[in-house]
């Protein structure tokens, strides 16, 4: 069992960050949350979980312990696999998810792609008292909106750009840039400046 990978971070994209570790390179799945919080760094420390299938042997990465722990805890809830997971640690923070859960707040669940209103109170109802056991401290409400936001903004821009012709991890690349710079900027606004870039 992987508890960690320590190495450097050779290659990021918003969706996987490739890590060398003693001369092997591993591909690891990463969220949103913890792409903004390794990018631009050489040596990364990344918490690992492990999906062992027949077909595939995948790696996630978390930039911190607590997102692991609500990693394997969105999981355990029925018809959610390792990348809706994922989907939903990239539209919320660790804090901002918790909040959601405890509030009861489904709408808001329902906002990330690939969640239906029935997952969204299925992952409520299941991890509810799970999430107290976490010692996550919940996330103001105004912030939790604000992430979705972006992370919709984020898809939509890059949705918009692989349209256009250009390439996917590029326009990963720039979109997640621009909305670093400016987080209150349109859909419009982050597709004119990542046209400029690419």
Known sequence: MIEYIKGELT????????????????????????????????????????????????????????ERELFLLLITVSGIGGNTARMI?????????????????????????????????????????KIASTGIQPAETGTAANTMLHSEIYEEAVAALTMLGFPQAPSQKVTAAILKETPEATVEQVIKLALKRL
């Open 11 to 66: 290659e990021i994209t918003p969706a996987v960050a490739v890590v060398e570790c003693n001369g092997v390179g591993y591909a690891i799945n990463v969220s949103l949350n913890t792409f903004s919080a390794i990018q631009g760094k050489k040596e990364v420390k990344l918490y690992i979980y492990e999906a062992i299938r027949e077909d595939a042997y995948i790696l996630y990465g978390f930039a911190t312990k607590q």
């Open 89 to 129: 640690l990239s539209a919320l923070s660790p804090s901002e998810l918790c909040n959601v859960i405890s509030s009861g707040n489904d709408k808001l669940l329902k906002t990330v792609k690939g969640i239906g209103l029935k997952t969204a109170q299925r992952i409520i109802v299941d991890l509810k008292d």
